[in-house]
């Protein structure tokens, strides 16, 4: 699908300590279109966590696709990935057209209302390597995105808007330094789907 993807040069956000390019507008299809064929389509998951000997149902569902091989751990969680599909195998690689970078993995978040969520959170389990390069593609309702500083407290955070459609990349020392999350919103939100793109090193 190489004419659905713009190819305008993305936008490096400034935050110190970490390495972040924004395409706003990456997918050019109908965003919505993808965003209904993926929440139809998709085997969701809704995964448990276990926080101070409490079991709760992450605020949100998921699916994990991969090649064989990209077993990871997630908050605790071992996901054996299911294989690809056409779909998913053809953003991957217009995803790594416009990075520069492999990936082995994806996986899906899907935000059904703006009561579900996703704590904040650094990627830097260590099959992701020492500087995860992870690519971030976004469709339907835009939602809010936090970066906060792991250790210093009064580096400004940053707050951003993932519009439907966009493409952010996060790499080099980001995992290191900053955690991100999607927070819960207040106003009615609609569906949203995020895809993360990752590399599982073996
Ligand atoms: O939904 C998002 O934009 C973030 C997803 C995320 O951080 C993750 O899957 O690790
Ligand atoms: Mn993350």
Redesign the pocket.
């Known amino acids: 699908m190489p004419d659905l993807f713009s190819d305008d040069a993305g936008e490096e956000l400034p935050l110190p300590g970490a390495d972040l390019v924004l395409w706003r507008d990456f997918y050019t299809g109908s965003a919505d279109g993808l965003l209904a064929q993926l929440v139809a389509a998709t085997p969701w998951k809704s995964e448990h966590i276990t926080v101070w000997g409490k079991t709760h149902p992450q605020p949100r569902l998921v699916a994990w696709y991969g090649d064989p091989e990209a077993v990871y751990t997630y908050s605790g969680m071992r996901m054996q990935p299911q294989p690809w599909t056409q779909l998913l195998r053809d953003l991957k690689d217009s995803v790594e057209q416009r990075c520069g970078a492999r990936f082995n993995s994806v996986?899906l978040?899907y935000y059904r209302g703006e009561r579900d969520s996703?704590g904040l959170h650094a990627?830097d389990e260590p099959e992701l390597g020492p500087e995860p390069v992870i690519a971030?593609l976004?469709l339907g309702e835009e939602r809010r995105?936090h970066l906060r500083h792991r250790r210093d407290k009064s580096q400004p955070g940053l707050s951003l808007r993932?519009p439907s459609g966009s493409l952010l990349l996060m790499r080099g020392a980001t995992q290191a330094n900053w955690k991100?999350g999607?927070p819960k919103e207040s106003r009615p939100c609609g569906p949203r789907v995020?895809l993360?793109f990752r590399r599982i090193l073996r």
Do not use: Y
């Open positions: 996986l978040n996703m990627d971030s976004s995105f993932l991100h999607i995020n993360t």
